[in-house]
């Protein structure tokens, strides 16, 4: 199971791997629709009402290509026996934890009490100090780190089939692809905001 949920481009083919990531990525782009959330980057989440299907599927199909290309070309330069098809089932695989984060907006609670936090700040008199619900920042606390940790899963993820698909040994990999991941990342805010 560890294998499964940490490496399973080591378990399964690229076939098994794509249609399961396709199966995925179309059913949990309609929950993130339902919950009203937004994937507008590569590693990123906002929640925005109203939300569609139509814009979450786009997100994701978006996010998934730029992940894949960009990868690619980084595969390409590092072993040119590298096949695109790799990083495009990487990249649809590694996505799945991000999907999950959603589910913590049931009932829109998190825009909303997002919303109320930023009004709370804005509406502070000079030099005052902002009273805040406990149980609302426990809230907020909670859903910040379990973002992260599912954040660093699907990086996690994403290197594993990156490794597999190139054959990546040492530090000097893993830099190449933070820079990688981080020049999809101003792509995609390129692409959402021409695109909005």
Do not use: C
């Not at 995925?24 to 109203?50: C, E, K, Q, W």
């Not at 809230?139 to 994403?158: E, G």
């Amino acid at each position: 199971m560890k294998k499964i949920l940490f490496n399973p481009f080591e378990q399964f083919s690229e076939r098994p791997l794509i249609l399961f990531g396709i199966a995925a990525t179309i059913v949990l782009s309609m929950t993130g629709a339902f919950f009203n959330a937004r994937f507008d980057g590569v590693l990123d989440l906002h929640f925005s009402m109203p939300t569609f299907f139509s814009n979450t599927l786009t997100d994701n199909a978006i996010n998934i290509a730029l992940l894949s290309l960009t990868l690619f070309a980084l595969g390409k330069i590092r072993n040119n026996k590298t096949r695109f098809i790799d990083f495009f089932s990487a990249s649809l695989i590694a996505r799945i934890p991000y999907y999950f984060l959603p589910f913590f907006n049931w009932n829109n609670y998190i825009y909303n009490e997002t919303e109320k936090l930023i009004q709370q700040f804005l509406t502070v008199q000079p030099g005052a100090i902002p009273e805040f619900d406990t149980i609302q920042m426990g809230i907020l606390a909670l859903f910040a780190i379990v973002s992260l940790v599912f954040l660093a899963w699907f990086i996690y993820l994403l290197y594993q089939g990156y490794k597999v698909a190139t054959n990546a040994k040492g530090a000097v990999e893993v830099v190449l692809f933070g820079v990688t991941i981080i020049v999809a990342e101003v792509l995609s805010k390129i692409i959402f905001y021409l695109i909005n």
